[in-house]
């Protein structure tokens, strides 16, 4: 694996966990580097980190509250 790869893969703990979990990965990346933007976009998915999942969080925490709200009136 090329070591601008590996220092991409030590810079974030997700990364670390993420190809730990899913193992296949190394023989990717090791045969071709260009798949990086492919890995960050899986580890995104794995981990729920795109903008609309955090949107969706906020909507689902924002409707728990206002049950909260109500069901206490």
Not at 6 to 26: A, D, G, T, V
Not at 40 to 68: F, G, Q
Request: zero cysteines; glycine letters at 2%; hydrophobic letters at 40%.
């Amino acid at each position: 694996m090329s070591l601008d790869i590996q220092f991409k893969l030590k810079s974030n703990p997700l990364y670390i966990k993420f190809i730990h979990e899913n193992s296949y990965w190394y023989k990717i990346l090791n045969r071709d580097p260009n798949m990086w933007g492919e890995f960050v976009e899986n580890v995104k998915d794995a981990y729920h980190l795109r903008a609309t999942d955090r949107l969706s969080n906020v909507i689902d925490t924002i409707d728990m509250v206002t049950k909260v709200i109500s069901a206490l009136k």
